[in-house]
């Protein structure tokens, strides 16, 4: 609304020093346009002053302006044209004609003005953000945000975006940081704030996680806050706090596979198997996806701990239905090996594991072992 009206009040001071012709304009007229939104009607009052031949930039800015208001986008594309054409490199048209072009889809259009002003202004922010906004290719759009971010590393909508598009490319820490400089800036920005959750999660600052989260759930019981502060308080092993939130979520309908994931893990490490297996049965059944494997693991350890190792196998080897899983393998050879006694199968699963080529630095030390019992298995023959 500001610029409305600065843009009204440097339109009346204007065209009162606009020539001998301005005389016929009635300021208080035009006014009464502006200020009552009749942007068509100030276009036609304007037009008739001036010929379709005038080559006067003040007035033809303000015909397209007015033409732009009033979402006659020909008309108003016509005049920023035709001052265009006049003073080649108007930056202020050929802004104008970005957003006409953008409002009608034409996004190669837009996209073209847009370069255009970069090659006369190649610090404009405005231009690298617009111009992020067109591409959907990662590197592209990457590129334009971090132009934008470096001329100005505060503004809220540019860090966003560069930090969703850093997080997509997995790397949080570079994402984490982006946010950090724009709510230094606002600390009282929620949506960077809450941005910023997942990506903290994922570099383990689990503990500003839960203050932040605890923070916004005073001001908004937000489903991705809760996901997210609840994710951080199974991380800090306070297993019950976890399961409370996402219990909210579950009376409220609203659960996932994931919420319902590390519920049952909660239940599991506070040894309350009946509701871990059944969480973990939840999970399950909430959603088949590539992590499906897992929840079944998550299931058969639950099993194990109670000695159910019958339903522990059946499990696992469900879990292995729905894709190999180097885990699921190890996990069967354990179980054959040291509580069903049946060091032939334990060999099988064994020799699986280490076929799979497991990760030579994470799982170094079940590697070892399995190598060994497969060893001492042999023996025993």
């Known amino acids: 609304m500001m610029k409305i009206w600065l843009s009204l009040l440097i339109a009346i001071l204007s065209f009162k020093n606009i020539s001998a012709q301005s005389a016929k304009i009635d300021p208080e007229k035009l006014l009464e346009y502006y200020e009552n939104q009749r942007y068509e009607d100030a276009a036609k009052y304007l037009q008739s002053i001036y010929n379709e031949n005038t080559k006067d930039i003040k007035a033809l800015s303000q015909i397209a302006y007015c033409n732009l208001m009033a979402g006659k986008l020909p008309e108003a594309e016509k005049s920023y044209l035709k001052i265009n054409s006049l003073q080649p490199n108007n930056l202020s048209a050929l802004f104008s004609l970005t957003s006409i072009n953008s409002r009608r ?64 490319l997995k790397e949080y820490q570079q994402a984490y940081d982006i946010l950090k400089t724009a709510i230094s800036a606002d600390p009282e920005n929620f949506t960077l704030q809450q941005a910023q959750l997942p990506l903290a999660n994922q570099l383990g600052k689990y503990q500003e996680v839960i203050e932040t989260g605890e923070k916004l759930l005073k001001i908004n019981a937000d489903v991705n806050v809760m996901n997210d502060t609840g994710q951080a308080y199974f991380y800090v092993k306070d297993y019950q706090k976890c399961i409370n939130l996402y219990k909210v979520l579950e009376d409220l309908g609203i659960q996932n596979e994931g919420t319902l994931y590390y519920m049952a893990l909660s239940y599991r490490e506070l040894k309350d198997y009946d509701k871990a297996a059944i969480y973990a049965q939840k999970t399950i059944d909430e959603a088949i996806s590539d992590h499906t494997p897992l929840y079944y693991a998550a299931l058969a350890g639950i099993y194990e701990a109670k000695s159910r190792y019958s339903d522990a196998l059946a499990a696992y080897k469900r879990g292995l239905s729905f894709g190999q899983s180097n885990m699921i393998c190890y996990r069967l050879g354990l179980l054959y090996d040291l509580n069903l006694k049946q060091p032939k199968n334990a060999v099988v699963y064994y020799q699986l594991y280490l076929k799979n080529k497991p990760d030579q630095e994470r799982e170094k030390e079940q590697i070892i072992y399995a190598r060994e019992r497969m060893t001492a298995l042999a023996q025993t023959k």
């Open 105 to 168: 889809g034409n996004a190669s259009k837009a996209k073209s003005y847009l370069h255009q002003i970069i090659q006369l202004d190649s610090l404009n922010f405005s231009a690298y953000k617009q111009l992020a906004a067109y591409e959907d290719v990662p590197d592209a759009k990457l590129k334009f945000l971090k132009k934008a971010n470096t001329l100005k590393t505060a503004d809220p909508d540019v860090a966003y975006d560069l930090s969703m598009v850093y997080r997509e």
